[in-house]
């Protein structure tokens, strides 16, 4: 197949488009283009309209995690490089993983390579500890033989509950080395030797948190159901030994399981959110975040693998991008637990308000400024562009619903693009039937389309009365062609085979059709 | 039944014999037992095509109207003899065109060997057509109304096909088919698929789409155990035939064989429909490569007037989204470089009202809705077909409620509840719903 020739071919009006907008003095546009090149490129800028404070994002993080975020944003933005260097080798540092060690060492010299004039050498800045790696390695065999040893004594002296814990120790172990298929061997083996459901809950919850250090979003969800049928039984359970113990202590035993159960419920929630959200379910991934629990639910797992402002974010950009209004104001605006989460990014809420109060230039400026911290997230990096243009199209649906026509200069002022940019826009979504209007394009004006209710329901019934008639009329020769065994069958001999018929078909095609 | 045996038993019958006995026997029934056993199965059409012994035709002796049974048999057995001569195409256009209907209808299988003995005689005289004034007369007087399915009906159609002599089929092919009767005709599933896949091509070469569409579309939702290739056939044109109707296709039915869906999917017409509208340069680039497949299954034809009418889409969709538009930008979407071309697609869709659009002096196009118009009468119209319809379906309903099968098995599942109550359950008409979903 011969190219079509250029002007022939509909997207090279877009390009066309852009480029002229690159090369001209649209600012706003041109970074915000320049963004979304560098996500294609999974490289972040950060200046200043892009601010980025890496020492502020980070603490708020500790252990595995806080080195695997430094890790991704070593890759995506290398100017970023030799500060997270620093800060991840320190903290790998006090862990025993070191393949993770080494593996920093090698992320930096990647990004060196992509950013060779940017950042210095990895020689100007830190030398792999070798000593260290060689004690940290004898180190973990001694207490891998050490654990397996145990689980061997155990097994052989069949003690269920020592077993189960061997096990479980052994799953610990591996996942602080980062091993995970071992981890994970081990903590399903210990599923066998569980006696409670408290056990099944804490085997369940182990495994989750294994996952989502693994970013294995689509896991996630089978084990957050096999925690819920724990929890569930779990609560039961003490739901009949209740009467036996007197009633004060039955009272006060119940209220501590109920808050139990609610801290498991806020953390299952939390991670079946990042499931959806890591398979770009984002309508469901904001139901699922906005049902969590308030912030302490989160337990030990706040720093270790999420931080509530990124449950903020994720939850209020997914919410952005699929909710009505009506929905983010009562689930988000009024939620009181939620404005807990909310208030570790104080971003946030400006984008909330300015989405709800219509400003649109501002919601678009907000979520361009904080593209970066959104890029250097582990969780969010792979959504952020289709997230935007969710919420970017939402908008212009909204903007435009109560006009009946509007001048696309006007309109593209309040969302700082130039008019081609918008009329593409605008275009992309009448296309894909989110909005009810059509472009006049020779004086570029947006009008909503008029029906004629009247007319459009005569046509609707007439339409609809001659199809049923032709059905109805169809499935009466059905019928009878049935009543009367007139179905097509296999062919007996098998050596007509599928050919059947084929000879009628070509016999009269003789035709000049 | 007693002249059946009389003459067994006097030795071999010969054609005297038969001739006396459709003369003088007053009962159709009785006589087509005679007919049906009077030799032994080998040498009966033999007899029936020998002339008598007094060397005179025996054709010129029947009626055609009152003898109708007789003749049907001589005739039939005559055509598909290789000794005897055939017989003359008046003498068979006179029997078709004055026969007694209700005698025929005792021999189905004669009718359908005399159609079939009409084609082949007419296609050995090279002269295909002159079969088909005859097979007209026979499959308009034979059926008691054009609604009921008869084997004539795919042979007539075939060879309405084969000749080229598409609009002598259009007064068959107005009236929908909506009765079938096996005893009426002996039929064969593929009757059924002929006819109405031949149908959709004669209707289809006269550019009546909308009609080609139906018949294509009863030909590939025929019940089916194993999809047949004929089936699948009918599917590429009701595609194409769709496409150049409506510029997209519309899901077959449920009850569809999947197996069919998923072959057609498959092949070069799925990628065709998957692509279609783009622009013509596309689309011909594509039939380009696949056009070996295209030539052999002789679809080239629609798939060329699909590629012509692919602009029009095109600019019907950009009505959707436009309210104004340049000549140029039009031309741009659709991929045509001459502005004039463009004005004059755009003129045409004007002229046949598929767009509802002003060009002014500086090549602006301005778009409007179609409005539809309906006058009272339309409505009217409407409404008694409807009214008409229901009547039917009625009909029907009162039919299946009181056929055997149905009655059985609302006896066994009386208790169930549910069952044999709708007549007094719901307003007539109602209750159809029901039942249709219960059985």
Not at chain 1, 113 to 135: F, H, M, N, V, Y
Request: charged share 25%; hydrophobic share 40%.
């Amino acid at each position: 197949m011969a190219p079509p020739s250029p002007p022939s071919v509909p997207h090279s009006q877009a390009t066309m488009d852009v480029d002229e907008i690159d090369e001209g003095s649209q600012q706003q546009l041109g970074s915000q283009l320049n963004a979304f090149k560098a996500a294609g490129k999974r490289r972040v800028v950060i200046d200043e309209a892009h601010p980025f404070e890496l020492e502020t994002y980070i603490s708020s993080y500790s252990g595995r995690t806080y080195v695997d975020r430094l890790l991704h944003i070593m890759s995506t933005c290398p100017t970023l490089a030799p500060q997270a260097l620093q800060l991840a080798v320190e903290e790998a540092l006090k862990g025993r993983d070191t393949e993770l060690y080494l593996e920093i060492f090698h992320r930096y010299q990647r990004a060196h390579a992509e950013a060779r004039d940017e950042i210095p050498e990895l020689s100007a800045l830190a030398e792999p500890d070798q000593r260290w790696i060689e004690e940290t390695n004898a180190r973990n065999q001694a207490e891998r033989t050490k654990l397996e040893v145990e689980l061997k004594t155990y097994s052989s002296n069949m003690i269920k509950e020592s077993i189960r814990m061997a096990h479980r120790d052994l799953g610990d172990f591996y996942r602080s080395l980062g091993e995970y298929t071992n981890a994970l061997k081990h903590y399903t083996k210990s599923r066998e030797f569980c006696t409670t459901s408290q056990h099944v809950l804490d085997m369940c919850m182990s495994v989750i948190e294994l996952l989502m250090e693994q970013r294995n979003y689509s896991h996630i969800a089978t084990y957050v159901f096999k925690a819920e049928a724990a929890l569930d039984s779990a609560s039961m359970v003490r739901g009949q030994s209740g009467p036996e113990a007197p009633a004060g202590a039955a009272q006060a035993n119940k209220e501590k399981k109920n808050a139990e159960r609610l801290r498991a419920q806020t953390k299952l929630d939390v991670a079946t959110g990042l499931s959806h959200l890591g398979q770009s379910n984002y309508e469901k991934a904001a139901q699922t975040f906005l049902k969590a629990g308030p912030v302490k639910g989160l337990e030990d797992w706040t720093g270790k693998l999420i931080a509530p402002g990124d449950i903020a974010i994720y939850a209020t950009l997914s919410a952005l991008a699929t909710f009505p209004r009506s929905t983010i104001r009562a689930q988000i605006l009024d939620s009181d637990d939620f404005s807990m989460y909310i208030e570790q990014e104080p971003y946030i809420r400006e984008l909330l308000e300015s989405y709800m109060n219509n400003r649109f230039k501002n919601v678009l400026e907000i979520l361009e400024r904080y593209s970066t911290r959104h890029y250097l997230d582990i969780h969010l990096y792979q959504h952020v562009q289709n997230l935007t243009n969710l919420i970017r199209s939402k908008s212009l649906v909204l903007y435009f619903q109560p006009f009946s026509s509007i001048k696309l200069e006007r309109m593209g002022q309040a969302f700082g693009w130039s008019v081609q940019e918008l009329e593409q826009q605008v275009v992309a979504l009448i296309q894909a039937g989110e909005i009810k209007a059509r472009v006049d394009r020779q004086n570029k004006i947006l009008k909503a389309k008029e029906t004629d209710q009247r007319a459009a329901l005569f046509a609707k019934a007439m339409k609809s009365g001659q199809d049923i008639q032709a059905a109805n009329r169809k499935l009466l020769l059905r019928m009878r062609l049935q009543q009367a065994d007139l179905v097509v069958k296999p062919p007996k001999g098998q050596s007509q085979g599928y050919s059947y018929g084929t000879g009628h078909a070509s016999e009269f095609l003789s035709g000049d059709y | 039944m007693s002249a059946a045996g009389t003459s067994q038993l006097g030795g071999p019958a010969s054609l005297d014999d038969v001739l006396n006995q459709i003369t003088t026997t007053n009962s159709p029934s009785s006589l087509n037992h005679y007919l049906r056993s009077f030799a032994p199965k080998e040498s009966r059409d033999t007899i029936l095509a020998s002339i008598l012994a007094s060397g005179q035709d025996p054709l010129s002796v029947l009626d055609p109207q009152r003898n109708t049974l007789g003749y049907l048999y001589i005739l039939s057995a005559r055509l598909h003899s290789t000794s005897s001569p055939t017989p003359t195409l008046s003498v068979i256009e006179d029997f078709c065109s004055q026969f007694d209907p209700e005698q025929a209808r005792l021999a189905p299988d004669r009718v359908t060997l005399l159609a079939k003995g009409i084609v082949r005689a007419s296609e050995s005289s090279n002269n295909a057509k002159y079969a088909l004034p005859s097979l007209y007369s026979l499959v308009t007087r034979y059926p008691p109304d054009l609604s009921y399915l008869t084997t004539l009906h795919a042979i007539f159609l075939k060879t309405c096909v084969a000749t080229c002599h598409f609009t002598a089929a259009l007064p068959v092919l107005a009236v929908p088919i909506t009765s079938v009767d096996t005893s009426l005709s002996d039929l064969h599933y593929n009757d059924n698929l002929v006819y109405h896949y031949s149908g959709g091509i004669a209707l289809g070469a006269l550019k009546r789409w909308r009609e080609a569409e139906e018949f294509f579309e009863i030909c590939v939702s025929a019940p089916a155990q194993v999809p047949a290739a004929i089936q699948l056939e009918a599917y590429k044109k009701l595609a194409l035939v769709q496409l150049i109707q409506n510029g997209e296709t519309v899901p077959l039915p449920k009850y569809t064989h999947p197996a069919l869906v998923r072959l057609f999917k498959a092949s070069a017409y799925g990628a065709f429909v998957k692509m279609y509208p783009t622009q013509v340069e596309t689309l011909r680039n594509f039939v380009a490569k696949e056009q070996d497949t295209f030539i052999q299954e002789r679809t080239l034809g629609l798939i060329n007037q699909a590629i012509e009418r692919a602009p029009i889409w095109l600019i019907k969709k950009l009505t959707a989204t436009y309210l104004t538009l340049g000549l140029t930008d039009i031309g741009r979407e659709v991929g045509i470089s001459s502005v004039e071309d463009v004005r004059s697609i755009i003129l045409d869709m004007i002229d046949s009202g598929e767009i509802n659009a002003t060009i002014s002096a500086d090549d602006t196009v301005t778009f409007a809705d179609v409005v539809p118009h309906f006058s009272k009468e339309d409505l009217d119209r409407v409404l008694v077909q409807a009214q008409e319809h229901n009547r039917v379906l009625h009909k029907v309903e009162r039919a299946i409620n009181t056929s055997r099968e149905y009655l059985s098995k609302a006896l066994k599942n009386k208790d169930d509840g549910g069952w044999g109550m709708e007549e007094d359950m719901f307003p007539p008409g109602m209750g159809g719903g029901t039942t249709w979903a219960d059985d």
